[in-house]
Protein backbone atom coordinates (compact mmCIF):
# COMPACT_ATOMS: atom_id res chain seq x y z
CA UNK A 1 0.00 0.00 0.00
CA UNK A 2 1.96 3.23 -1.12
CA UNK A 3 -0.58 5.39 0.47
CA UNK A 4 0.33 4.06 4.02
CA UNK A 5 3.86 4.89 2.97
CA UNK A 6 2.79 8.15 2.10
CA UNK A 7 1.04 8.83 5.30
CA UNK A 8 3.43 7.59 7.29
CA UNK A 9 6.58 9.81 6.00
CA UNK A 10 3.69 13.03 5.61
CA UNK A 11 3.37 12.21 9.17
CA UNK A 12 7.03 12.12 10.66
CA UNK A 13 7.58 15.14 8.48
CA UNK A 14 4.87 16.95 10.00
CA UNK A 15 6.00 16.07 13.10
CA UNK A 16 9.76 17.15 12.67
CA UNK A 17 8.10 20.76 11.63
CA UNK A 18 6.17 20.69 14.49
CA UNK A 19 9.35 19.80 16.66
CA UNK A 20 11.42 21.99 15.12
CA UNK A 21 8.64 24.70 16.20
CA UNK A 22 8.31 24.48 19.45
CA UNK A 23 10.62 21.53 21.42
CA UNK A 24 7.82 19.72 22.62
CA UNK A 25 4.83 20.69 25.08
CA UNK A 26 1.31 20.06 24.83
CA UNK A 27 0.50 23.01 21.93
CA UNK A 28 2.90 20.15 19.47
CA UNK A 29 1.18 17.20 20.50
CA UNK A 30 -2.54 18.90 20.17
CA UNK A 31 -0.71 19.95 16.55
CA UNK A 32 0.30 16.75 15.72
CA UNK A 33 -2.68 14.66 16.92
CA UNK A 34 -4.82 17.72 14.95
CA UNK A 35 -2.65 17.24 11.48
CA UNK A 36 -3.14 13.48 11.96
CA UNK A 37 -6.47 13.09 12.20
CA UNK A 38 -6.92 15.49 9.01
CA UNK A 39 -4.68 13.91 6.73
CA UNK A 40 -6.90 10.65 7.93
CA UNK A 41 -9.88 12.26 7.47
CA UNK A 42 -8.94 13.54 4.28
CA UNK A 43 -7.78 9.80 2.85
CA UNK A 44 -10.70 7.94 4.12
CA UNK A 45 -13.01 10.67 2.19
CA UNK A 46 -10.62 10.15 -0.94
CA UNK A 47 -11.10 6.55 -0.72
CA UNK A 48 -14.90 6.75 -0.24
CA UNK A 49 -15.10 9.48 -2.85
CA UNK A 50 -13.01 6.95 -4.98
CA UNK A 51 -15.40 4.15 -4.68
CA UNK A 52 -18.46 6.66 -5.27
CA UNK A 53 -17.64 7.98 -8.63
Do not use: C, N, P
Request: avoid cysteine; charge should be positive; hydrophobic fraction near 50%.
Amino acid sequence: MTTIGAYRRRREAIYRHVRGVSAGGWKADLLHLFGSVILLAILIGARVWWHLH
